[in-house]
């Protein structure tokens, strides 16, 4: 094979190599799209080969369009793709093995039903102080709480944390039991309160317990709930999440609750790039490919 010939093979043969693991990365990133949008813009900006044909110039030209177009999808990439946050809450699981990130409404973690109140607290086994609910479900530790006492009473576990702008998803999911011979109902519910953990917000989950509801006696189950709707309207706050067990009456029989693997996911939206950003992709791919005497 001619000279000439051999090296515009080799060249062909390289490019498409590369070109094929390139669309398949853009493919595996959802960036085709991207891809189209940023080299066209970019290509603007490359010159033409010179008329009289140099073969190692036409190579020139076409490697330099590819690292072009690599950088423009890549930037590309970088402010248009759909984020999604990691979890923004604390120790869910209580693998600590305590309520590091947590607050509590502090009544006592220590007593035994009928006689004192035990609040949230974490155990590697059953630790209600009343009915048991089992040993956690997943990893070591689970949060519990004796789901009765001197009523009417709430136990409360709290964490703050800032909501995110951008919201296009959300959803919160758990891992609950509750145990007892109660008659009297019990409510769990979950709410979404200011800052301050003082004024409720909204009400993201609510259920009650009772013997008609037949639910008293529920083992270890995963819940899982779309909130996008309530925290889209506090975007950019300083929010707190509760979840509150409520004692309408004073030892109105043995119960037990337990909690474990929370966690509020949310997913958040990136702007498209501008026209004036895609622009800038064309002006950094001028000065990746003008070298001085190549075209």
């Not at 789901?147 to 998803?169: E, M, R, V, W």
Request: hydrophobic share 40%; net charge negative; glycine share 10%.
């Amino acid at each position: 094979m001619p000279g000439s010939q051999a090296v515009l093979w080799n060249s062909l043969h390289v490019s498409f190599s590369s070109y094929v693991i390139f669309f398949k990365l853009l493919i595996n990133m959802n960036l085709i799209r991207q891809y189209f949008v940023g080299i066209k813009l970019a290509a603007l900006y490359i010159p033409y080969c010179r008329k009289d044909g140099d073969l190692i110039n036409m190579k020139r030209k076409r490697d330099m369009v590819f690292k072009t177009s690599i950088l423009a999808a890549l930037l590309i990439a970088g402010t248009s793709q759909t984020a999604i946050a990691l979890p923004v809450l604390t120790n869910g699981d209580f693998e600590t093995g305590d309520l590091t990130g947590w607050t509590t409404t502090g009544l006592g973690t220590t007593g035994n039903c009928p006689a004192a109140n035990r609040d949230w607290n974490v155990s590697s086994t059953n630790s209600t102080g009343c009915s048991s609910v089992g040993s956690p479900p997943e990893g070591n530790f689970a949060a519990y709480n004796m789901f009765d006492g001197a009523g009417p009473l709430q136990y409360g576990l709290y964490q703050s944390f800032n909501l995110s702008n951008g919201i296009t998803a959300a959803n919160l999911s758990w891992i609950q039991a509750t145990a007892g011979g109660f008659g009297g109902e019990r409510t769990f519910q979950i709410d979404l309160l200011d800052a301050a953990g003082t004024n409720v917000l909204t009400n993201l989950y609510t259920e009650i317990f009772s013997i008609s509801n037949n639910n008293i006696n529920n083992p270890w189950h995963t819940m899982s709930i779309d909130v996008t709707s309530e925290l889209l309207a506090f975007q950019g706050q300083d929010v707190t999440l509760g979840f509150i067990a409520s004692i309408p009456r004073t030892w109105s029989g043995a119960a037990g609750f337990g909690l474990d693997s929370v966690n509020l996911d949310i997913r958040t939206s990136v702007p498209e790039p501008s026209v004036f950003a895609l622009l800038g992709l064309g002006l950094v791919g001028l000065g990746f490919v003008r070298r001085k005497d190549v075209y």
